[in-house]
C-alpha cells in the first residue's frame, strides 16, 4: 500500500510539472530558452572567473620567481663575501706564521 501511495505521489509531481510547464508555455514562457539562458550565463561566469584566477595565480607566480631570485642573489653575495673574507683571513696568519 505505501508502494502505490509512493507512485501516486510521484505520478501527481509529474503532473503538476507537466501542468505548470504548459501554463508558462501558453503564457510565453519557453523554459528550455530560460535554462539555456541562464546556463549560458553560468558558463559565460565561470570562463571569466577563470581567466581571472589564472592571472592572479600567473602574477603570484611570478612574483614567488622574483623573490626566490633576489634571495639567490643575497645569499651569493654573502657567501662571496664570506669566501674572500675567510682567504683574506688565512693569508693573514699564513704571513703571521712565516
Known amino acids: 500500500m505505501c508502494v502505490i501511495l509512493v507512485f501516486l505521489t510521484a505520478e501527481s509531481m509529474v503532473d503538476w510539472s507537466f501542468a505548470q ?3 508558462l508555455e501558453k503564457q510565453g514562457v519557453d523554459l528550455h530558452k530560460d ?3 541562464k546556463l549560458q ?9 577563470k581567466v581571472e584566477a ?7 607566480r611570478q612574483v614567488t620567481t622574483i623573490y626566490c631570485l633576489l634571495l639567490l642573489i643575497i645569499f651569493l653575495n654573502i657567501y662571496i663575501s664570506v669566501t674572500a673574507y675567510s682567504k683574506q683571513r688565512w693569508y693573514m696568519l699564513q704571513d703571521r706564521n712565516q
Open 54 to 60: 589564472d592571472l592572479v595565480f600567473e602574477k603570484q
Open 41 to 49: 550565463t553560468l558558463e559565460e561566469q565561470y570562463k571569466r572567473e
Open 21 to 23: 510547464g504548459e501554463l
Open 35 to 37: 535554462m539555456e539562458q
